[in-house]
């Protein structure tokens, strides 16, 4: 008589075993698990500031204790109607379209030279060049600039030494951009505004210009277009996705900023500093809380016509 064989019992799956045998077999919950953390964290701080920001817009502030008032008014939305307020929203909007057009024209020769026809070692120092800037502080840039603008800076001296200073000083006298030194006017913050910046519209630039297919450029060639009609009929169409992704960059960071125009350039206000005084200075809240939502519904709008443009497909 034979004796039955008892097989063992099997083994109790442990808990990190059947959560994972659960994420492998339903790929959607580990989708879900490894967005969750970054959307809540996104969801929670930055949706969640906006909308306190929209709240205190539409508080208003006690002139007599300076304490907010949380009841529903729309005075901070009217007092931006006043023409002061109207015209650094224009010269806001006007300097970052300056930047971004002069950006645009400074960064498409240098990208389309790496992405078409450096190699090697001088690729790479190319990258380097235009990378190298990023790698130093914001404010030591800022601050060396200050000092070739100044009056006794560098430019002075070499535009004395090339007897050209008659341009710098025919440029400070003009009424709109001038002043008594590059760094106290507004062409000396449009410079160092182009000089922060620039380095975000030739990289977009770059990266679309080299996924053109070079049989586009050979084949208009071959159909009889000059450098000239290629340039505009095949290479900047396709490389336009970059272009607008590019001045996403450049649009966005000169309506926000705030400490180039409060270092370089005159008393000329920009939203950046306008929403700066009125909360840490005045401390007006309210105001500054509607003043802000001004560059995030220009860049909004600005953002959906770039997406127009195909901006998105380049980043």
């Known amino acids: 008589m034979s004796a039955a064989l ?10 990190r075993r059947r959560v994972s045998d659960l994420l492998y077999t339903r790929r959607g919950l580990l989708l879900l698990a490894l967005l969750a953390p970054p959307l809540l964290w996104f969801g929670v701080i930055y949706l969640g500031s906006l909308f306190a920001l929209l709240a205190n817009a539409f508080f208003g502030l006690d ?7 949380r009841e529903f008014t729309l005075k901070n939305f009217v007092e931006m109607t006043r023409p002061s307020n109207l ?13 971004t057009l002069t950006c645009g024209v400074l960064a498409f020769p240098l990208a389309y030279y790496m992405a078409r026809h450096a190699s090697g070692a001088t690729k790479a120092m190319l990258y380097i060049a235009v990378m190298l800037p990023l790698w130093s502080s914001y404010l030591v840039r800022l601050y060396a600039w ?22 710098i ?10 002043g008594p030194s590059l760094s106290f006017s507004t062409l ?10 620039l380095p975000f519209m030739i990289l977009p630039v770059q990266a679309a210009i080299e996924r053109i297919p070079g049989s586009y450029i050979e084949a208009s060639g071959d159909l009889g277009a000059g450098a000239g ?25 000169t ?7 409060q270092v370089i350039g005159d008393s000329t206000n920009y939203i950046g500093q306008v929403v700066y005084k009125q909360q840490g200075v005045a401390g007006n809240v309210p105001f500054a809380a509607a003043f802000s939502l001004v560059p995030i519904v220009v860049v909004g709008v600005y953002l959906w016509f770039a997406k127009r443009l195909g901006a998105f497909d380049a980043l």
């Open 6 to 15: 008892t097989l063992p019992p099997p083994p109790v799956a442990g808990l």
């Open 63 to 69: 002139d007599f204790t300076g304490q907010v008032v």
């Open 87 to 99: 015209d650094v929203v224009v010269r806001s909007v006007t300097m970052a379209i300056a930047v």
């Open 146 to 167: 200050k000092l070739l603008l100044a009056k006794e800076g560098a430019i002075s001296w070499l535009a004395d030494q090339a007897h050209a200073h008659w341009i």
């Open 169 to 178: 000083d025919a440029l400070l006298s003009l009424p709109s951009i001038g």
């Open 188 to 197: 000396g913050t449009f410079i160092v505004f182009v000089y922060m910046w």
């Open 229 to 253: 009609l290629t340039l505009r009929k095949v290479i900047l169409p396709l490389a336009l996705p970059g272009i607008a992704a590019g001045s996403i960059f450049t649009f966005s960071l």
């Open 255 to 261: 309506l926000g900023d705030y400490i180039i125009p």
